[in-house]
């Protein structure tokens, strides 16, 4: 839930409700995390997490990302914006890791950080969770030092947190089971997980805790736009995975915009840079069908409602 969904009043509203909350860092600069963390703290004495981006991964093809932005002439003409540089970054990584420091908890995704890293915030007193999709990212997460693992199974919304070599296309629960084989931690449930029943689920099929994130975009504490709500409950959108909006894999509602760049190239973020003035301006008139609708594949359960609410239908 990285940008504008993910809210200070949403993390705070989650945990006292007796969840645990999480505000995202990702696409935000670092003092407005120091901000948003702040207002969690003030609203709520209750444990949160801070979710982060991993920075690295492989260097994209300058040739492709250039092809792709000339491919996206028509998109800058359509909402009277220019693109954005292409421009490479690490998403303020080392401000962002003094701010996890801080926090109970610290959730990794896009990678896992350096066992140095990891090791440093255990000492803080921050418990370390990092997103995996395949058992051999479990067994490297593990070998780094982390203390639970967020298996994200293929249904889930949003960007996939793979970090090995190429795309997994394994569903939540076999991933569950795999990864239960492979290392002996803690592991939290994501992916498509809507309802108590599919709480119930995943707690049987080994994991300790489930994460969801899809259920709470239209939570009245959210900060999720008016046209991505009303998307998210159209029984006419399904989901696919795409790369057209930030140049790495993530699952969202398809609209023209992803149906009509579906050979869009690896390049994150620079892809997500050209395409951030895109969205914005999308986002600005209302037109979901030039937003990044992240969702997963059990989209049309959610519904509008506090977040104490929908902490309260998730519990098994």
């Not at 300058?62 to 970054?89: C, I, M, T």
């Not at 992916?191 to 239209?218: D, E, K, N, S």
């Not at 008016?226 to 790495?248: E, I, K, N, V, W």
Request: proline letters at 8%; charged letters at 15%; a negative charge.
């Amino acid at each position: 839930m990285a940008g504008d969904p993910s809210t200070p009043g949403l993390a705070a509203a989650v945990s006292a409700a007796g969840g645990l909350g999480f505000l995202a860092a990702g696409y935000k600069p670092a003092e407005r995390v120091a901000a948003e963390l702040a207002a969690v703290r003030a609203a709520t004495d209750r444990p949160f997490g801070l979710n982060m981006f991993v920075p690295g991964g492989r260097p994209p093809d300058p040739a492709a990302v250039r092809a792709y932005r000339e491919s996206l002439a028509g998109e800058a003409a359509r909402y009277g914006v220019p693109l954005g540089e292409p421009r490479a970054d690490d998403d303020g990584w080392a401000a962002k890791l003094e701010l996890a420091a801080t926090v109970p908890v610290a959730s990794f995704t896009f990678g896992c950080p350096a066992a140095a890293d990891i090791a440093r915030l255990r000492r803080a007193g921050t418990l370390v969770l990092v997103t995996v999709t395949h058992p051999a990212e479990a067994v490297h997460a593990a070998d780094a030092g982390a203390d639970a693992l967020c298996v994200q199974g293929v249904e889930a919304g949003g960007h996939r947190g793979s970090f090995g070599e190429g795309l997994t296309d394994l569903a939540l629960l076999p991933l569950l089971t795999l990864v239960r084989a492979a290392v002996d931690l803690p592991l939290l449930a994501a992916g498509g997980i809507m309802t108590a029943a599919g709480v119930r689920a995943v707690l049987a099929a080994g994991a300790t805790a489930a994460q969801c994130g899809t259920a709470f975009l239209p939570a009245t504490e959210a900060g999720t736009p008016a046209a991505y709500r009303a998307a998210l409950t159209d029984p006419a959108r399904t989901t696919a995975l795409t790369r057209a909006f930030s140049g790495r894999w993530a699952r969202g509602l398809t609209n023209r915009f992803l149906l009509e760049h579906v050979g869009a190239p690896a390049g994150y973020p620079a892809i997500h840079h050209s395409t951030s003035p895109l969205r914005r301006a999308a986002a600005a008139a209302g037109d979901p069908e030039g937003m990044a609708l992240w969702a997963g594949q059990g989209h049309p359960l959610a519904h509008a409602a506090a977040a104490a609410d929908l902490v309260d239908e998730l519990t098994p």
